[in-house]
């Protein structure tokens, strides 16, 4: 089992910046990948970047791309999502998402664990 927290959420005006946090505890191993999604009222959960525990490597959707950064620290197992260039349409609930597997997972049924969730609100 993994137990995920999230934080740093908040309002942000345009071209802000926000750092989300997510603290990892449980059984959490090498072949570990971590995930951002997220969810705007009314519409599905979206992949957002996602890294692997050992490897490091990352994965970042296209509306992301350049903007956001991905990064973890293992010491600490927390897993962070530094967002730069904040826009409107990036208003939506963060989630943080653990699976056994790979960055090829940028799916959210692929991850079985899950935490609360953080709103991020960009005014314009």
């Known amino acids: 089992q993994v137990q995920l927290v999230e934080s740093g959420g908040g309002l942000v005006q345009a071209g802000g910046s926000l750092r989300l946090s997510c603290a990892a505890s449980?059984?959490?191993?090498?072949?570990?990948?971590m995930g951002w999604f997220r969810q705007a009222p009314g519409k599905e959960r979206e992949f957002v970047a996602n890294?692997?525990?050992?490897?490091?490597?990352?994965w970042y959707a296209d509306s992301v791309k350049g903007r956001f950064t991905i990064s973890r620290d293992n010491a600490k197992n927390t897993v962070y999502l530094q967002m730069n260039s904040l826009e409107p349409e990036d208003t939506a609930v963060y989630y943080c998402?653990?699976?056994?597997?790979?960055?090829?997972?940028?799916?959210?049924?692929?991850?079985?664990?899950w935490g609360q969730g953080t709103q991020v609100s960009v005014s314009s």
């Open positions: 998402a653990a699976a056994y597997g790979s960055i090829w997972y940028r799916t959210s049924g692929k991850y079985p664990y």
């Open positions: 890294i692997g525990w050992s490897s490091g490597s990352t």
């Open positions: 449980g059984r959490t191993f090498s072949s570990t990948v």
